[in-house]
């Protein structure tokens, strides 16, 4: 059975199906209905709003010249020398403090760093002959100058955001230890506080393209070492931005940028321990590099969490272009086999900003990132380009020209991110503003789709009409490619209906790829819901043929042999009878399995649908079903009602192994429930093979399993009743009893079947049983003289009954076997063998016969002279008998006397 060779049929059935449905989409065509999307439904794209979050930032204080923000914290600072501090809490209430910076009159502040947890401030200051640092603690009211970083013009900071794991015996300007990293929630908590008080170790970059680092401690009054780390000793390659990640072991990652390069290395213990090998004679190769420099080169990294999680991404604005990628630290933390920092990359890809052909002065200033974004800051205008299409979706633009309502006061000098909140602030001289996008994901899976990230395509879709467009196109892509399987994968998991799983299939069928219809009809089965039952169960016939169709071209290919991919097939067929045994239809998949000659493959189905019964029902049909059916019943999950039912087939048709399963299983089957396939073999016309093996478990139940059903034991009876010799049946009646004595069988029923079958022995012992003893002594005559003679010994507490079974033993004994009342000994030689007989006979019955009691059944001609010897034994007997009879009344006369005399004397 092939389903390729119907298809014509099924082809003809989805047409007609095929006009169902667009007869049925014509009547629903005026309904509303929700919009579904497609790959020509226009892009929902977002919106990027600019509003005003402090009009008059300075407060009077002059212009702003720089910002930083962390934190929730906006720390502005001013032309005429202040630090302004804008906080909010949870409830967007703000708090404004100001502290004033000690500087030179001529001296300008040029840059702001604020660490991560908003509360340690370096501040860069530039006056007309020197450079000066001055380090701000949240809870100071006045900035401290750090005269070891006089001098250095500083252009980049990377502060330390996670606690460190090793126990440091100095840092530079501080001595102690610092807690275990991702220790218990305490030491996090302690390493936490560290960081809130002491500002960790901070990476100091400079425009003559030095690295140095130092630590500053808010409870000492001291100023905090200052050390070298690295100097390119270029001023080509000034420090742009730097970043520094803590990993376990007090590992350490750092990422630096300048104008023309991104390097990145790791390494450990602490900072000294990455860049010591640079330090001595190993050249720091680039991560990336670029032709042109730039002098607005600048490093973020994004983290998936808060800042305890280290960064998984990484976007490197520099000129025209911004190269990003993946980071591995997440996954690739804890091995310390890693010393170049370039294996924490996974790619790097480029994206060519809008102008990227323009000069230098129309370069991006700024960069922030958001989930799917980047915000570029330019001259006139803050852009938000798609981070995987590159394209420009959204732009606020201001200044000379602009008509369109930005809410941005004044000219735009920076862009701030808090990479706590993920909030983007946009600042001039007058204002604070925050940029805010809405809709920024909603059409993100769309794109996602175009550039066949389909991954990231399913994990944005939202709902199954958005995902059947994506494995539409993944299967639309792996078909045009040739891999015919996976585009069935693909297309089966549409579950929309379009295209229409007919045209889909027919797809398929026609793609010359066997596999690939079996692929699709697999992948439909499981994405089916509970109420697509009808079509599950078509679709799981269908499979089941295929898989059914394919196991053949196994064994032909393979002259019959059984190779690795028949047993996989075979395996895949029992796997998904098990699995899809409720959607399966019995008839239909017993037919095909029957069809396919897999019968053990229809017991595996049987056994996964709970359906033993027709499964039996099925294996009885066939010649040699018998001793499969066995192997299904000795499953422990058949019942015994089950070997009930089918017992009487099966030992029809399988006796011995019937009879062995029954005895194997023992206790568990009752053999009274197995009588009506038992008593058909105590008939007549039973073989007797068969009956033999039938009286080997009836002996088993009563012997092993000490059965005490009287219709078992009647089974017995009737059982041992045909057989040749009465042996067995003579000591099972005599054995068979209770532990009172009382036979288990029908004494009265085993007779009738005794006489019925001439089982005269056996009569005989069935009336002495039923105390019919004249009845036995009467049959055991016409059988065998010694059994009369026993026979009449058994009522051992009645005298007259044993002597009138006497007296009919001898009369038969005397009269030859003729009984009756007429009959009359004849004269002759058997005559005087019977009259010797007879005098043995008074011999043998103990004294309860005399002479006298035998002489009527002899004639009147017989001479005295053949009874001498037994009439002397009884004229003896008697004579003695009257002496005795005469010692009693001498003795008794002799007591009266006495007692009589005593009386008088009394």
């Given at each position: 059975m092939d389903l390729l060779d119907d298809f014509d049929r099924v082809r003809a059935t989805f047409a007609e199906l095929g006009d169902i449905s667009k007869r049925i989409d014509t009547n629903l065509a005026d309904e509303p209905a929700a919009?579904?999307?497609?790959?020509?439904?226009?892009?929902?794209?977002?919106?990027?709003?600019?509003?005003?979050?402090?009009?008059?930032?300075?407060r009077g204080r002059g212009q702003v010249v720089a910002a930083a923000c962390a934190a929730d914290n906006v720390i502005l600072a001013t032309s005429r020398g202040y630090l302004i501090r804008y906080q909010w809490d949870e409830y967007a209430n703000e708090k404004v403090t100001e502290t004033e910076l000690v500087r030179q009159p001529d001296s300008k502040v040029k840059a702001l760093y604020l660490d991560p947890s908003g509360t340690h401030t370096l501040v860069y200051i530039k006056s007309s002959n020197s450079y000066e640092v001055q380090y701000l603690h949240g809870s100071w009211n006045k900035a401290r100058p750090l005269a070891k970083l006089k001098g250095?013009?500083?252009?980049?900071?990377?502060?330390?955001?996670?606690?460190?794991?090793?126990?440091?015996?100095?840092?530079?300007?501080?001595?102690?230890?610092?807690?275990?990293?991702?220790?218990?929630?305490?030491?996090?908590a302690e390493q936490a506080s560290d960081?809130?008080?002491?500002?960790?170790?901070?990476?100091?970059?400079t425009a003559a393209g030095s690295l140095h680092i130092t630590c500053q401690d808010s409870k000492s009054k001291r100023e905090g070492g200052t050390s070298l780390l690295l100097d390119f000793k270029d001023k080509h390659k000034a420090i742009c931005s730097v970043e520094q990640e803590v990993l376990p072991g007090d590992r350490r990652v750092v990422f630096v940028a300048t104008p023309t390069a991104l390097y990145i290395a790791a390494g450990g213990p602490r900072l000294q321990g990455v860049f010591a090998r640079f330090q001595a004679s190993a050249t720091w190769e680039p991560l990336l590099e670029v032709g042109t420099p730039s002098m607005y080169s600048q490093l973020h990294?994004?983290?998936?969490?808060?800042?305890?999680?280290?960064?998984?991404?990484?976007?490197?604005?520099v000129g025209s272009v911004l190269l990003h990628g993946h980071l591995l630290l997440p996954q690739l933390a804890k091995d310390d086999s890693i010393i170049d920092g370039q294996e924490y990359v996974a790619d790097a890809r480029q994206l060519l900003l809008p102008g990227a052909h323009a000069g230098p002065e129309d370069e991006a200033h700024a960069l922030a990132c958001t989930e799917y974004h980047y915000l570029l800051l330019y001259a006139d205008r803050l852009v938000a380009v798609n981070q995987v299409s590159g394209k420009v979706v959204a732009e606020v633009n201001w200044g000379p020209g602009t008509h369109t309502n930005s809410n941005v006061i004044g000219t735009p000098l920076g862009l701030l991110q808090d990479a706590t909140s993920i909030t983007t602030h946009l600042w001039s001289g007058e204002t604070l503003h925050e940029v805010t996008m809405t809709s920024e994901g909603k059409d993100m899976w769309r794109t996602y789709m175009e550039y066949r990230d389909y991954n990231n395509a399913l994990k944005l879709a939202a709902g199954s009409a958005q995902r059947d467009i994506v494995y539409q196109s993944m299967g639309t892509d792996a078909a045009a490619g040739g891999d015919f399987k996976a585009a069935g994968a693909y297309y089966g998991r549409i579950v929309g209906g379009q295209p229409p799983f007919e045209e889909l299939a027919l797809m398929l069928v026609d793609s010359g790829d066997p596999e690939a219809l079996q692929v699709f009809l697999s992948t439909k089965l499981q994405v089916l819901g509970p109420n697509d039952k009808a079509q599950a169960t078509m679709v799981s016939a269908w499979l089941t043929e295929l898989i059914l169709d394919q196991i053949n071209r196994d064994l032909l290919a393979a002259a019959g042999q059984h190779t690795v991919a028949y047993t996989q097939h075979v395996a895949q067929l029992r796997q998904f009878l098990t699995d899809y045994a409720s959607v399966l239809n019995w008839n239909t998949t017993t037919a095909l399995l029957e069809s396919y000659g897999r019968l053990h493959e229809l017991e595996v189905f049987a056994d996964a649908k709970g359906d033993q019964e027709a499964l039996l029902e099925y294996l009885m049909r066939n010649a040699d079903g018998a001793k499969r059916a066995l192997g299904v019943l000795r499953k422990p999950s058949v019942g015994p009602q089950l070997v009930y039912k089918f017992a009487p087939q099966l030992l029809a048709t399988a006796t011995t192994d019937t009879v062995d399963f029954f005895i194997v299983s023992g206790s568990t089957l009752d053999p009274r429930q197995l009588l009506p396939a038992l008593v058909r073999f105590g008939e007549p016309g039973a073989a007797p093979a068969q009956r033999d093996q039938v009286l080997r478990y009836v002996s088993f139940a009563m012997d092993q399993l000490r059965c005490d059903d009287s219709a078992v034991a009647n089974l017995a009876v009737s059982l041992l009743s045909l057989e040749e010799s009465e042996g067995r049946l003579l000591d099972f009646l005599a054995r068979a009893r209770n532990p009172l004595g009382k036979p288990l069988f029908d004494a009265k029923y085993a007779l009738r079947l005794a006489k019925e079958r001439n089982r005269r022995h056996a009569c005989v012992k069935l009336l002495c049983q039923l105390g019919l003893f004249e009845d036995a002594v009467s049959l055991a005559l016409d059988v065998d003289l010694g059994l009369a003679k026993a026979v009449a010994n058994m009522p051992e507490d009645d005298d007259n009954l044993r002597r009138k079974l006497w007296l009919g033993i001898a009369k038969h004994v005397v009269q030859g076997g003729d009984d009756t009342a007429d009959a009359v000994p004849q004269a002759g030689p058997d005559q005087a063998a019977r009259i010797k007989l007879a005098v043995e006979f008074l011999k043998e019955a103990g004294g309860l016969l005399k002479i006298e009691d035998i002489l009527p059944f002899f004639p009147d001609f017989v001479t005295i002279d053949n009874f001498k010897g037994a009439i002397t034994d009884s004229l003896t007997r008697y004579n003695k008998q009257i002496e005795e009879l005469k010692e009693e009344m001498d003795e008794a006369t002799e007591i009266a006397g006495a007692q009589l005399n005593c009386n008088l004397v009394l």
């Open positions: 919009a579904i999307a497609s790959p020509s439904t226009p892009y929902d794209t977002p919106a990027l709003f600019v509003e005003v979050s402090a009009r008059q930032a300075a250095l013009s500083v252009t980049a900071v990377g502060w330390q955001k996670q606690p460190t794991s090793a126990d440091e015996t100095s840092r530079p300007g501080t001595a102690g230890s610092s807690k275990g990293w991702g220790g218990s929630a305490k030491a996090d960081l809130a008080v002491s500002t960790g170790d901070v990476i100091i970059g990294l994004t983290r998936e969490g808060d800042l305890s999680t280290l960064p998984s991404r990484f976007a490197w604005l």
